[in-house]
Protein backbone atom coordinates (compact mmCIF):
# COMPACT_ATOMS: atom_id res chain seq x y z
CA UNK A 1 0.00 0.00 0.00
CA UNK A 2 1.38 3.43 -1.04
CA UNK A 3 1.77 6.46 1.72
CA UNK A 4 -1.06 7.84 -0.20
CA UNK A 5 -3.65 4.89 -0.12
CA UNK A 6 -2.33 4.82 3.66
CA UNK A 7 -3.27 8.45 4.54
CA UNK A 8 -6.79 7.82 2.32
CA UNK A 9 -7.01 5.12 4.42
CA UNK A 10 -6.47 6.75 8.12
CA UNK A 11 -9.55 8.71 7.31
CA UNK A 12 -12.97 8.73 9.00
CA UNK A 13 -14.32 8.89 5.53
CA UNK A 14 -13.57 5.43 4.82
CA UNK A 15 -15.88 3.92 7.10
CA UNK A 16 -18.20 0.92 6.32
CA UNK A 17 -21.50 1.99 5.45
CA UNK A 18 -22.94 1.45 9.10
CA UNK A 19 -20.71 2.89 11.13
CA UNK A 20 -19.74 6.32 8.63
CA UNK A 21 -23.82 7.14 9.18
CA UNK A 22 -23.69 6.74 12.53
CA UNK A 23 -20.70 9.06 12.73
CA UNK A 24 -22.65 11.49 10.37
CA UNK A 25 -25.84 11.71 12.26
CA UNK A 26 -24.00 12.34 15.76
CA UNK A 27 -22.02 14.91 13.97
CA UNK A 28 -25.18 16.51 12.02
CA UNK A 29 -26.23 16.67 15.27
CA UNK A 30 -23.65 18.26 16.82
CA UNK A 31 -23.16 20.69 13.78
CA UNK A 32 -27.15 21.53 14.45
CA UNK A 33 -26.87 22.16 17.91
CA UNK A 34 -23.61 24.14 17.39
CA UNK A 35 -25.08 26.73 14.88
CA UNK A 36 -27.63 27.29 16.66
CA UNK A 37 -25.98 28.79 19.47
CA UNK A 38 -24.20 30.70 17.11
CA UNK A 39 -27.11 32.30 15.64
CA UNK A 40 -28.79 32.39 18.80
CA UNK A 41 -25.89 35.10 20.23
CA UNK A 42 -24.94 36.82 16.91
CA UNK A 43 -24.88 40.46 16.77
CA UNK A 44 -25.91 40.86 13.61
CA UNK A 45 -28.62 38.41 12.90
CA UNK A 46 -29.75 40.44 16.48
CA UNK A 47 -30.24 43.30 14.84
CA UNK A 48 -31.82 41.95 12.12
CA UNK A 49 -34.77 40.75 14.04
CA UNK A 50 -34.75 43.77 16.12
CA UNK A 51 -34.98 45.59 12.87
CA UNK A 52 -38.05 43.13 11.51
CA UNK A 53 -39.70 43.67 15.51
CA UNK A 54 -38.46 40.17 16.83
CA UNK A 55 -36.37 41.84 19.45
CA UNK A 56 -36.47 38.57 21.77
CA UNK A 57 -35.96 36.17 19.46
CA UNK A 58 -31.93 36.51 19.37
CA UNK A 59 -29.58 37.12 22.48
CA UNK A 60 -26.66 38.87 21.70
CA UNK A 61 -26.31 41.35 24.25
CA UNK A 62 -25.51 38.01 26.89
CA UNK A 63 -22.17 37.94 28.14
CA UNK A 64 -20.75 34.04 27.62
CA UNK A 65 -21.14 33.25 30.93
CA UNK A 66 -24.69 34.84 31.31
CA UNK A 67 -25.83 32.06 28.50
CA UNK A 68 -28.12 29.67 29.61
CA UNK A 69 -28.21 25.91 28.66
CA UNK A 70 -30.94 24.59 26.65
CA UNK A 71 -31.17 21.47 28.23
CA UNK A 72 -31.91 21.03 32.16
CA UNK A 73 -29.04 20.13 34.50
CA UNK A 74 -31.35 18.79 36.85
CA UNK A 75 -32.91 15.14 35.66
CA UNK A 76 -29.20 14.05 34.90
CA UNK A 77 -28.47 15.31 39.28
CA UNK A 78 -31.35 13.72 40.15
CA UNK A 79 -30.13 10.61 38.57
CA UNK A 80 -26.58 10.67 39.66
CA UNK A 81 -28.11 11.23 43.42
CA UNK A 82 -30.39 7.81 42.99
CA UNK A 83 -27.37 6.13 42.01
CA UNK A 84 -24.96 7.24 44.58
CA UNK A 85 -28.17 6.34 47.29
CA UNK A 86 -28.46 2.75 45.81
CA UNK A 87 -24.10 2.68 45.61
CA UNK A 88 -24.12 4.02 49.27
CA UNK A 89 -26.90 1.56 50.35
CA UNK A 90 -24.27 -1.18 49.35
CA UNK A 91 -21.68 -0.31 51.83
CA UNK A 92 -18.39 -2.51 50.93
CA UNK A 93 -19.79 -3.56 47.51
CA UNK A 94 -20.78 0.40 46.71
CA UNK A 95 -17.99 0.40 44.28
CA UNK A 96 -19.97 -1.66 41.83
CA UNK A 97 -22.30 1.19 41.32
CA UNK A 98 -20.30 4.09 42.57
CA UNK A 99 -18.54 4.97 38.99
CA UNK A 100 -22.06 5.17 37.71
CA UNK A 101 -22.49 8.47 38.80
CA UNK A 102 -19.80 10.23 37.22
CA UNK A 103 -21.01 10.11 33.89
CA UNK A 104 -24.54 11.34 35.28
CA UNK A 105 -22.31 14.07 37.27
CA UNK A 106 -20.54 14.64 33.58
CA UNK A 107 -23.96 15.33 31.65
CA UNK A 108 -25.19 17.76 33.99
CA UNK A 109 -22.03 19.64 34.08
CA UNK A 110 -21.82 19.68 30.22
CA UNK A 111 -25.32 21.04 29.77
CA UNK A 112 -24.41 24.27 31.87
CA UNK A 113 -20.74 24.81 30.29
CA UNK A 114 -22.37 24.27 26.95
CA UNK A 115 -22.65 27.64 25.94
CA UNK A 116 -19.93 28.97 26.95
CA UNK A 117 -17.56 26.17 25.46
CA UNK A 118 -20.20 26.73 22.12
CA UNK A 119 -18.65 30.49 22.00
CA UNK A 120 -15.06 29.07 22.44
CA UNK A 121 -15.68 26.34 19.46
CA UNK A 122 -16.56 29.43 17.50
CA UNK A 123 -13.50 31.04 17.30
CA UNK A 124 -11.28 27.48 16.89
CA UNK A 125 -13.41 27.12 13.98
CA UNK A 126 -12.89 30.43 12.72
CA UNK A 127 -9.61 30.60 13.18
CA UNK A 128 -8.83 27.27 11.66
CA UNK A 129 -11.04 27.54 8.34
CA UNK A 130 -9.69 31.08 7.54
CA UNK A 131 -6.21 30.16 8.45
CA UNK A 132 -6.51 26.60 6.31
CA UNK A 133 -7.68 28.64 2.83
CA UNK A 134 -4.95 31.87 3.67
CA UNK A 135 -2.34 29.12 3.83
CA UNK A 136 -3.18 27.61 1.17
CA UNK A 137 -3.25 31.04 -1.18
CA UNK A 138 0.65 31.15 0.39
CA UNK A 139 1.25 27.29 -0.22
CA UNK A 140 0.22 27.23 -3.94
CA UNK A 141 2.74 29.73 -5.32
CA UNK A 142 5.27 28.34 -3.05
CA UNK A 143 5.01 24.47 -3.31
CA UNK A 144 4.88 25.53 -7.55
CA UNK A 145 8.22 27.44 -7.09
CA UNK A 146 9.53 24.39 -4.99
CA UNK A 147 8.98 21.99 -8.13
CA UNK A 148 9.07 23.76 -11.04
CA UNK A 149 11.09 27.42 -9.65
CA UNK A 150 14.27 26.91 -10.45
CA UNK A 151 17.45 26.49 -8.24
CA UNK A 152 17.02 29.95 -6.88
CA UNK A 153 13.15 30.09 -6.30
CA UNK A 154 13.40 26.83 -5.24
CA UNK A 155 16.05 27.73 -2.61
CA UNK A 156 13.84 30.49 -1.34
CA UNK A 157 10.73 28.22 -0.84
CA UNK A 158 12.46 25.50 0.86
CA UNK A 159 14.09 28.08 3.57
CA UNK A 160 10.93 29.65 4.19
CA UNK A 161 9.15 26.18 4.39
CA UNK A 162 12.37 24.77 6.50
CA UNK A 163 12.60 27.75 8.75
CA UNK A 164 8.46 27.81 9.69
CA UNK A 165 8.49 23.76 9.90
CA UNK A 166 11.49 24.06 12.36
CA UNK A 167 10.45 26.50 15.03
CA UNK A 168 7.46 25.68 17.17
CA UNK A 169 4.12 26.95 17.01
CA UNK A 170 3.76 28.36 20.06
CA UNK A 171 7.24 30.40 19.57
CA UNK A 172 6.01 32.04 16.46
CA UNK A 173 2.86 33.10 17.82
CA UNK A 174 4.94 34.59 20.84
CA UNK A 175 7.29 36.26 18.66
CA UNK A 176 3.98 37.78 16.34
CA UNK A 177 2.05 38.77 19.12
CA UNK A 178 5.02 39.74 21.94
CA UNK A 179 7.70 40.93 19.52
CA UNK A 180 6.15 42.76 17.16
CA UNK A 181 3.69 45.67 17.10
CA UNK A 182 0.76 43.52 15.17
CA UNK A 183 -1.77 43.97 17.81
CA UNK A 184 -1.32 47.41 17.91
CA UNK A 185 -1.68 47.76 14.19
CA UNK A 186 -4.93 45.68 14.63
CA UNK A 187 -6.60 47.60 17.02
CA UNK A 188 -5.38 51.17 15.38
CA UNK A 189 -8.50 49.66 12.75
CA UNK A 190 -11.66 51.28 13.46
CA UNK A 191 -13.69 48.21 13.12
CA UNK A 192 -11.80 45.63 14.74
CA UNK A 193 -12.93 44.49 18.14
CA UNK A 194 -16.56 46.13 17.77
CA UNK A 195 -19.62 44.20 17.20
CA UNK A 196 -19.34 40.73 16.26
CA UNK A 197 -15.35 41.75 14.64
CA UNK A 198 -13.06 40.10 17.13
CA UNK A 199 -10.22 41.58 18.88
CA UNK A 200 -6.49 42.27 17.97
CA UNK A 201 -5.72 38.86 19.21
CA UNK A 202 -7.85 36.89 16.94
CA UNK A 203 -6.01 38.52 14.05
CA UNK A 204 -2.42 38.06 15.00
CA UNK A 205 -3.56 34.17 15.75
CA UNK A 206 -4.61 34.43 12.05
CA UNK A 207 -1.26 35.90 11.07
CA UNK A 208 0.60 33.03 12.40
CA UNK A 209 -1.72 29.69 11.94
CA UNK A 210 -1.73 30.91 8.13
CA UNK A 211 2.39 31.47 8.13
CA UNK A 212 2.64 27.68 9.87
CA UNK A 213 -0.05 26.29 8.29
CA UNK A 214 1.02 27.21 4.86
CA UNK A 215 4.63 25.15 4.99
CA UNK A 216 3.13 22.34 6.06
CA UNK A 217 0.28 22.78 3.00
CA UNK A 218 3.14 23.55 1.03
CA UNK A 219 4.66 20.16 1.72
CA UNK A 220 1.56 18.48 1.26
CA UNK A 221 1.30 20.35 -2.60
CA UNK A 222 4.48 19.82 -3.35
CA UNK A 223 4.45 16.03 -2.63
CA UNK A 224 1.35 15.59 -4.82
CA UNK A 225 2.75 17.96 -7.90
CA UNK A 226 5.88 15.38 -7.75
CA UNK A 227 3.24 12.63 -7.87
CA UNK A 228 1.78 14.07 -11.43
CA UNK A 229 3.79 11.94 -14.26
CA UNK A 230 5.77 14.84 -15.96
CA UNK A 231 5.02 13.63 -19.48
CA UNK A 232 1.70 15.42 -18.96
CA UNK A 233 3.48 19.03 -18.35
CA UNK A 234 5.81 17.95 -21.48
CA UNK A 235 2.63 17.26 -23.37
CA UNK A 236 1.43 20.48 -22.42
CA UNK A 237 4.12 22.07 -23.92
CA UNK A 238 3.82 20.02 -27.22
CA UNK A 239 0.53 21.90 -27.82
CA UNK A 240 1.01 25.15 -27.19
CA UNK A 241 0.64 26.33 -23.57
CA UNK A 242 3.53 27.91 -21.74
CA UNK A 243 4.89 26.20 -18.97
CA UNK A 244 2.90 28.48 -16.30
CA UNK A 245 0.04 27.51 -18.14
CA UNK A 246 0.61 23.93 -18.53
CA UNK A 247 1.06 23.90 -14.54
CA UNK A 248 -2.23 26.30 -14.28
CA UNK A 249 -3.71 24.18 -16.57
CA UNK A 250 -2.88 20.47 -16.18
CA UNK A 251 -0.50 20.03 -12.81
CA UNK A 252 -2.08 21.92 -10.40
CA UNK A 253 -5.68 20.48 -10.92
CA UNK A 254 -4.46 16.84 -10.86
CA UNK A 255 -1.83 17.84 -8.17
CA UNK A 256 -4.35 19.31 -5.93
CA UNK A 257 -6.43 16.58 -5.41
CA UNK A 258 -3.79 14.07 -5.02
CA UNK A 259 -3.39 16.96 -1.78
CA UNK A 260 -6.48 16.38 0.01
CA UNK A 261 -5.77 13.45 1.78
CA UNK A 262 -2.47 14.95 3.26
CA UNK A 263 -4.77 19.26 3.21
CA UNK A 264 -6.94 16.65 5.82
CA UNK A 265 -4.89 15.87 7.85
CA UNK A 266 -3.29 19.06 8.25
CA UNK A 267 -6.92 20.92 8.53
CA UNK A 268 -7.09 17.91 11.38
CA UNK A 269 -3.86 19.15 13.19
CA UNK A 270 -4.64 22.74 12.97
CA UNK A 271 -7.71 22.36 14.53
CA UNK A 272 -5.98 20.73 17.66
CA UNK A 273 -3.22 22.94 17.64
CA UNK A 274 -5.97 26.39 17.34
CA UNK A 275 -6.08 25.80 21.29
CA UNK A 276 -1.97 27.52 21.50
CA UNK A 277 -4.33 30.76 20.40
CA UNK A 278 -5.69 30.70 24.07
CA UNK A 279 -2.15 31.67 25.18
CA UNK A 280 -1.95 35.31 23.37
CA UNK A 281 -5.32 35.56 25.08
CA UNK A 282 -7.61 34.68 22.37
CA UNK A 283 -10.62 32.90 23.71
CA UNK A 284 -11.24 29.73 22.10
CA UNK A 285 -12.45 26.57 23.32
CA UNK A 286 -9.37 25.75 25.17
CA UNK A 287 -9.13 28.73 26.93
CA UNK A 288 -13.05 28.80 27.52
CA UNK A 289 -12.48 25.01 29.11
CA UNK A 290 -9.64 26.79 31.05
CA UNK A 291 -11.49 29.56 32.36
CA UNK A 292 -14.63 27.11 33.25
CA UNK A 293 -12.16 24.76 35.34
CA UNK A 294 -10.88 27.55 37.14
CA UNK A 295 -14.41 29.21 38.08
CA UNK A 296 -15.42 25.63 39.44
CA UNK A 297 -12.21 23.56 40.20
CA UNK A 298 -13.73 20.84 38.10
CA UNK A 299 -10.78 20.80 36.03
CA UNK A 300 -11.24 16.63 34.61
CA UNK A 301 -14.56 17.09 33.41
CA UNK A 302 -14.46 20.61 32.40
CA UNK A 303 -11.29 19.17 29.95
CA UNK A 304 -13.59 15.97 29.21
CA UNK A 305 -16.16 17.92 27.97
CA UNK A 306 -13.87 20.12 25.47
CA UNK A 307 -12.19 16.91 24.59
CA UNK A 308 -15.62 15.60 23.25
CA UNK A 309 -16.13 18.69 21.34
CA UNK A 310 -13.09 18.50 19.83
CA UNK A 311 -13.72 15.08 18.71
CA UNK A 312 -16.59 16.09 17.52
CA UNK A 313 -15.25 18.73 15.12
CA UNK A 314 -12.27 16.41 13.94
CA UNK A 315 -14.33 13.33 13.25
CA UNK A 316 -17.16 15.64 11.22
CA UNK A 317 -14.23 17.30 9.28
CA UNK A 318 -12.39 14.14 8.51
CA UNK A 319 -15.78 12.73 7.27
CA UNK A 320 -16.83 16.15 5.22
CA UNK A 321 -13.10 15.89 3.90
CA UNK A 322 -13.83 12.28 2.55
CA UNK A 323 -16.48 13.26 0.68
CA UNK A 324 -15.09 16.22 -0.83
CA UNK A 325 -11.87 13.99 -1.87
CA UNK A 326 -14.15 11.71 -3.75
CA UNK A 327 -16.62 14.58 -5.42
CA UNK A 328 -13.91 16.15 -7.08
CA UNK A 329 -12.24 12.69 -8.16
CA UNK A 330 -11.31 11.93 -11.54
CA UNK A 331 -12.02 8.07 -12.69
CA UNK A 332 -9.64 6.49 -13.79
CA UNK A 333 -6.48 9.24 -11.85
CA UNK A 334 -5.66 8.40 -8.36
CA UNK A 335 -6.75 6.13 -5.76
CA UNK A 336 -10.52 7.40 -5.18
CA UNK A 337 -10.60 7.66 -9.22
CA UNK A 338 -9.98 3.77 -9.54
CA UNK A 339 -12.53 2.78 -7.16
CA UNK A 340 -15.15 3.90 -9.43
Request: aromatic share 12%; proline share 5%.
Amino acid sequence: MSAHEETRASVVGELPGRRRLVVGAVGALFWAWLLARWAYHNTVLDRVFTAVGLPDLIRAERGVRGREPWLPAAPFEAVADAVGAVAAALGPASFLLDWLVWPFELAAFATETAPALASGAYLTVLLTVVSMLLGLVIAVPVSVARVYGGRALSLVSLIYTEVIRGTPLLAQLFFLYFGLPLASWFDAVAFVGEGPVPRSAVFVAVVGFTINSSAYQSEYIRAALQSVDEGQLTAARAVGLSKLQGIRHVVLPQGLRYAIPGWTNEFVYLLKYSSLAAFITVPELFRRARDIGSDTFQFTDVYVVAGLFYLALVLTVSLAMGRVETAVAIPGVGGTGEDR
